[in-house]
């Protein structure tokens, strides 16, 4: 069966300072996408970054940015300049199988903030 | 707010009723997917669809469990004589096909509490 792990269950990270959150996962496919959300305390689960497997460059989006490590099926997840808005859950998602229908996550990782 | 809407947000029900939840998804999107989310856990999938049509039904799905889409617009997910053990986070998520990414856009979810 496939799987994504998230190896930290809890990460607290000081107002400003950058963070990094780890994910690997395991699939058979050639190509696909991976993703991370946010799910902030009792709000919806937020789409934060994608990556795609083939392309070499790893994606950003603003303070967020992705180390995608392809032969070691490793996608973290790096927080620039991090911000009280930040404290969430996160979830590391990978497709499950071929037809890109369903999503895997991993159990999360939950980030604290800290002023 | 991603544009999908769930309802309702929460749902409080004794052991053996019947409960039905409702998703309308982003207008343009013709996939919708249904999860499960545990309290400490990642969303698990449930099952998805393609227009109207259902195209895949994970093993947790058990049959207790029927989901619809009859318009190929919003879905519902009806559960009979719930259990103890469904109670759960469930929630719904839109994307489009075609689209390579297949990202997917989710709601607030229902929460459900069976007493």
């Known amino acids: 069966a496939q799987t994504v792990t998230q190896s930290q269950p809890e990460m607290s990270v000081q107002e400003a300072e950058t963070v990094t959150l780890s994910c690997t996962y395991d699939t058979s496919e050639s190509n696909y996408y991976l993703f991370w959300y946010k799910q902030p305390p009792s709000r919806q689960m937020i789409l934060v970054i994608r990556?795609?497997?083939?392309?070499?460059q790893n994606a950003t989006e603003n303070r967020f940015s992705v180390n995608f490590q392809k032969a070691a099926k490793s996608f973290s997840l790096k927080i620039s300049d991090s911000q009280l808005g930040d404290t969430a859950m996160y979830f590391c998602?990978?497709?499950?199988?071929?037809?890109?229908?369903?999503?895997?996550f991993g159990k999360g990782t939950k980030l604290s903030v800290k002023p | 707010d991603t544009g999908v809407s769930q309802n309702p947000r929460h749902k409080i029900t004794k052991r053996g009723q019947n409960v039905t939840f409702r998703c309308d998804p982003i207008?343009?999107?013709?996939?919708l997917y249904w999860y499960r989310q545990t309290l400490g856990q990642g969303p698990e999938f449930l099952t998805y669809f393609q227009n109207e049509a259902q195209l895949e039904k994970s093993r947790l799905l058990s049959d207790r469990f029927s989901a619809e889409r009859p318009k190929g617009s919003f879905s519902t997910l009806e559960i009979q004589r719930t259990e103890q053990g469904d109670s759960a986070m469930y929630l719904c998520?839109?994307?489009?096909?075609?689209?390579?990414?297949?990202?997917?856009?989710f709601g607030p979810g229902t929460r459900l509490t069976v007493t």
């Open positions: 990556q795609e497997a083939y392309k070499q």
């Open positions: 998602a990978s497709p499950n199988g071929g037809s890109q229908g369903n999503l895997i």
């Open positions: 998520a839109s994307g489009q096909s075609g689209e390579g990414s297949y990202e997917q856009y």
């Open positions: 207008s343009e999107h013709n996939r």
